[in-house]
């Protein structure tokens, strides 16, 4: 990645940018075909099994969750309007879901007290 902002540049904009026919760089976003192009290409020559574009994004959100990022947080990273649609992305196994459910045990004896307190 360091190796690519050297030849990008450090301004602000989109971090990946097409290249010309004369290996000049373009401003502006890459177009849509043109990603999905590359990443095929790319999957292909590594030997990786088919995916698509949309995939990197289910997957950094599943990571950034597994890494403990709040799901509020993983929505705007993700530039996702609402925690709903990025919780649809979460592709964790159910065994990560079952995990953090074990977080909360609760003992008899302060689910006791909790229910007399309310009460």
């Keep these: 990645m360091t190796d690519w902002l050297v030849v990008r540049g450090q301004e602000t904009g989109a971090l990946f940018v097409a290249i ?37 994004r289910r997957t950094f959100v599943s ?27 979460d592709r964790r196994p159910e065994e990560t879901k079952r995990k953090a459910a074990q977080l909360l045990q609760y003992h008899t004896a302060d689910v006791k007290l909790l229910i007399q307190i309310v009460v």
């Design 63 to 89: 990571d950034m969750l597994e890494a403990g990022a709040g799901i509020a947080t993983v929505a705007k990273m993700a530039g996702h309007t609402s925690v709903n649609t990025t919780a649809r992305y």
């Design 20 to 56: 010309n026919k004369g290996g000049n760089l373009r401003t502006g976003h890459m177009a849509n075909q043109a990603i999905y192009n590359v990443l095929a290409k790319r999957g292909e020559s590594s030997g990786m099994q088919a995916f698509i574009p949309h995939d990197m």
